[in-house]
């Protein structure tokens, strides 16, 4: 098992941006998708984006036109550009690792969260 880290949170002003990144060794091999999810305080986690394997990607309606995901498969890592930020972004962000394509190993649902970046957004 590999637990992914994540990196890049911070606090921004609304209408900034920032990227995150998610690390996780054995994420290209295992030709594994990446979730990226974010928690509110006091709020359930809430699926935000998806990569995967194949390079397809899916976002939540919330983030839309303003997140991208991508991955640098050398680096066995996902980002998330986060721009045109709103205080609502404002969460704990973690990734996962999924098996989410015909080719993704059993590995790929194996590995636990993150630890998770935090985004504050100000108004």
């Known amino acids: 098992q590999v637990q992914p880290v994540e990196s890049g949170g911070g606090s921004v002003q609304a209408g900034g941006s920032l990227r995150l990144s998610c690390t996780a060794p054995?994420?290209?091999?295992?030709?594994?998708?990446m979730d990226w999810y974010r928690q509110r305080t006091g709020q359930q986690r809430e699926w935000v984006s998806s990569i995967r394997a194949d390079g397809l990607t899916i976002y939540a309606d919330s983030v839309k036109g303003r997140f991208t995901i991508s991955e640098d498969k050398d680096k066995d890592t996902v980002l998330l550009q986060m721009n045109s930020l709103k205080p609502e972004d404002t969460a704990m962000y973690s990734c996962?690792?999924?098996?989410?394509?015909?080719?993704?190993?059993?590995?790929?649902?194996?590995?636990?969260w993150g630890q998770g970046t935090q985004v504050t957004v100000s108004s």
């Open positions: 054995g994420f290209t091999s295992n030709n594994c998708g």
């Open positions: 996962k690792t999924s098996r989410m394509y015909a080719l993704s190993t059993r590995w790929c649902d194996s590995n636990p």
